[in-house]
């Protein structure tokens, strides 16, 4: 139910349980490869070590305190304002919501208090991303460049820009 009310909350301070629950929600999804899902939770421990010098942002959706779903950003090394979404994704349990549309708007408000001019957001090619390509495009991505068997042979990578006025 999309117009049920939710208590939806944002925050950008990350905490030592982070990473655990960042990994226990991209697993959560069944779209990611077991060998991408470490990577999620290696960025959250990057960026408790590192802090901001990481280079690794984050926006995390609560739900009484509950994470249900985060996005991972930064700024793209040698560019003026360009940054990339490196990762967005609402649990399992509470996809269909609105969840994610809410957690792209906040991560947006955040890029762009970083001075961001534009959000790179890149997929894969594939039929089961048909929804993530479609998420885009509902929120006003453009599709810029699309790479032929990128990740291996069939499955490409499209490239989506949102630029900000």
Excluded at 122 to 137: A, D, N, V
Aim: include cysteine.
């Amino acid at each position: 139910m999309k117009n049920e009310k939710l208590n939806l909350k944002f925050r950008t301070e990350i905490y030592n349980s982070d990473p655990a629950i960042v990994e226990e929600i991209v697993r959560s999804t069944g779209y990611f490869y077991d060998y991408e899902i470490p990577v999620a939770r290696e960025l959250a421990e990057e960026r408790l070590a590192r802090g901001e010098e990481s280079g690794y942002f984050f926006v995390f959706a609560t739900i009484e305190e509950k994470v249900v779903a985060y996005a991972c950003y930064g700024p793209i090394a040698c560019t003026n304002g360009s940054f990339d979404l490196y990762w967005i994704v609402t649990h399992q349990d509470w996809r269909g919501k609105g969840i994610g549309q809410q957690l792209l708007g906040a991560t947006i408000n955040e890029v762009k208090k970083l001075n961001g001019r534009m959000l790179i957001a890149e997929t894969s090619t594939k039929e089961q991303y048909k929804p993530t390509r479609k998420f885009y495009e509902n929120n006003n991505f453009l599709l810029e460049a699309t790479i032929v068997d990128f990740y291996e042979i069939g499955d490409g990578k499209a490239m989506y820009v949102k630029r900000f006025d």
